[in-house]
Structures are given as C-alpha cells and as structure tokens.
DNA sequence: TTGAAATAGGACCAAAAGAGTCCGAATTAA
DNA sequence: TTAATTCGGACTCTTTTGGTCCTATTTCAA
C-alpha cells in the first residue's frame, strides 16, 4: 500500500496540536502523550526527530520541553513528512539515482519525476495552520499533468 | 519512505510497454520479460495480478499470452497503481475506518481525505498513453487545497 | 492423440522495514 | 541536590516486500 508510516501520522497530529495553541507555547512529551492519547515512547522519539530536523525546538532539563521552531504558516505538510520519512519520492529512482539496473532504458522515469514533484508541490501548498481547519478544494480543481506533443489522452479520464 | 512497491513500478512499466506497441498485441510473460529485461518469475506473478485485476486480458495454452482489457487511453496510472497495492490511501484511516482508536477525537483526518483524494484525481488524470510520452506540466500549474474559512496562509510557501 | 508452451494459483523463504519499548547520559529548574 | 526533562541509541517483535518455485490446467499444433 502507498501508505505513511505512523511515525509520519503520528508526528503531524503532533505539529497540529502545537499549531492550534497559542504560539510559542511549549509542551514537553509527557503533555503530548497524554494530549493526544499516543503512547508516551513513541511522542518522545517522534519529537526527537523533529526537533533533529529542525520543525521543533527543544527545551532540556526540567520543565523542559518543545516548542514549534516557525510560525506554522511557515511550515508546510511537505515539510513535516520529509522531516519523518525523509524525501518524498514514489518510486526508488527519484531520490537513488543509480540504483536501479534499468535507468538508461526505462522510459517511464521522466515521467514519475513530474508526478512526483507534482505531489510534491500539492503537499507543499498546505501548511500546519491549514490542517487546524476543514480543507476547501480551490476552483483550480486540481494538478494535472498532460501528455506534451500530442493532444487529447486526457478527457476520456472520469 | 513514501514508495510504491517494485511490484507496483514493475507493472506499470509492463503496461507502458503495452501501450508503446499497436493496440491489441499479445505478448507472454516470457517475451516481456525479455524485453524489458525484468526477472521472468516477477513479470509472470504482475501479470497474473494485472489480469486478474482485470487490466490485462489473458489468453492460456500454448502461444497464449495477454492484452490490454482496454485502450491505453482508459487506463490510468491510478487504476495500474491501484490492481497492484490496492486502494490508495496515503493514511491507514483513509481506508480503513474503525482501524485507528483516536479516530473519534482525531482532528485532522478529514484533511487527510481530502489531500489523498487531490493526490488520487491526479493520477487519475494519467493514462498509459501519456506514460509512453514526456508530460508537460499544464498551465494550470498545480493542484491546491486551501483552508477554508480563513484568508492566506498559503502564501507562505515557497 | 500427444507434447510443448502458456497461464492460474498458491506456497514458500529471506531480507528489509515498521512499530514500539527501554536504557543510560546530559541538562536544567527549583 | 534532586527531580524532571531531552538526547542518542540499541533492541525486539511483527509485518511487508521481493523474489522464487511448484503443481495444476488450458490450448495450439504437429
């Protein structure tokens, strides 16, 4: 299944919850946990890595704790999993560049390059404080990709 | 990492190469495997899945071998993506209702259904026949979600 | 009629990734 | 000093993946 690992999950529902209290507030992880109702070992390790990567900053000592490391307008979705996972990317060649056998005559790589950066941007485009409220579709309905030289191929997709 | 399975990346390579040859050919798993110089036992299990997924037609007996079901046209990467890992569901949550306990007081799930959907629509949106072409990004340049209620928040990204 | 060449459908296995826990060390507020 | 933290790992157990292999069953063609 394409599917993110509940690190990931559980690491947003995290940055959420700092999203949606007052800035510059700071929880440690025993709060967390007990907030967000995720075991207490998994919130530490989860906010370790977050603040490794530079989305939390950590406070040691007692009443120590994390706070967020940005407004979270200014930390993206995008963001918050390539901090967990590491680079996005759906298939091995886009972030492995050399190992896969088949590189010089796989003629699909061009294009899972543009797929990928389209999910990337998407991902992008959605920040911490949008997850604090009910998405909305924009009237651009959504990205798509369209075959180059030749026309049509699109409108027979439902 | 957020990666589909070789499976996956295997068969849509092997649709690819259906849609790059004249409508209707047949090909064994032994010749595909040939040419797109993938192991024999690998092609022989994604086509069996493809077929009966029902995306390629099968022909047994001796000089057998499969089809595409449809015109490369109406085959999209989504459905190729789906027949092999089933649905698409970024979050275990999308697919799985009931699976995760905080499901109740989870407060970003319904955005997780909405950026799932956005990344489904733009796979969606790619057919075999584009597969077999360089994309072009459209001049509609990306698919957005937007908080609804409130104003900017998205100008933020870079 | 027979045999070769296919697909169908599994079982099977090893390696890797995931999910989660736990521990000792360093840090800091009270 | 002591208690509460974070830090950085190691560690285990389970699930998934990647890949092979075997035994039907089907079909074409000599």
Redo the contacts with the bound molecule.
């Keep these: ?1 394409i ?1 993110m ?6 690491g947003i529902v995290l940055l959420t919850y700092f999203a949606n209290h007052p800035e510059g507030s700071e ?6 946990a007990a907030e967000t109702h995720l ?4 919130v ?2 989860i ?2 890595l977050l ?2 990567e530079g989305l939390l900053v ?9 706070r967020l490391a940005r407004t979270p307008e200014k930390i993206s979705v995008a963001e918050a999993i390539a901090a967990m ?1 590491g680079p996005i990317a759906v298939m ?1 060649c886009i972030d492995a560049p050399g190992m896969c056998m088949h590189e010089g005559r796989c003629c699909v790589r061009g294009n899972w390059h543009k797929i990928n950066a389209t999910v990337v941007k998407a991902l992008q485009g959605i920040s911490l404080v949008d997850m604090t409220r009910p998405l909305v579709e924009n009237f651009v309905p959504l990205g798509r990709l369209q075959s180059g030289p030749s026309p049509s191929s699109l409108t027979s997709v439902p």
Tied chains: 1, 2.
């Design positions: 299944m599917r690992s509940k690190l990931t999950d559980y929880y440690s992880a025993r709060q967390l075991p207490l070992p998994m530490g390790k906010l370790k603040a490794r950590s406070h040691r000592g007692a009443s120590g704790g994390y996972e091995e």
